[in-house]
């Protein structure tokens, strides 16, 4: 499957669901824009390569917090 059937896919599924509840063009918009759906391919790269590099970092951070609110050695 190609990106862009894809994010066709993807769209279209999020347009069904939200038809069922408020099925205006505002709440449809505001529903694909909340599933990351109205930024350019290149946007919603970086973001999951941004959240991807961090990933780690973040749940060594709380592994960390977390080992110290029990008051062990981290």
């Known amino acids: 499957m190609s ?4 994010r066709v ?3 279209a599924h999020v347009i069904a669901a939200e038809l ?3 099925g ?4 449809i918009a505001e ?3 909340c599933a990351g759906l109205l930024m350019s391919p290149e946007v919603a790269a ?10 780690p970092e973040s749940v060594a951070k709380l592994r960390a917090l977390l080992a110290s609110q029990r008051g062990e050695a981290s």
């Not at 990106?3 to 894809?6: D, P």
């Not at 970086?46 to 961090?54: G, H, P, W």
């Open 20 to 22: 069922g509840r408020s």
């Open 24 to 27: 205006t063009a505002m709440g």
């Open 31 to 33: 529903a694909l824009e």
């Open 3 to 6: 990106a862009r059937t894809r």
């Open 9 to 11: 896919a993807s769209a």
């Open 46 to 55: 970086e973001l999951a390569r941004s959240r991807t590099v961090r990933a």
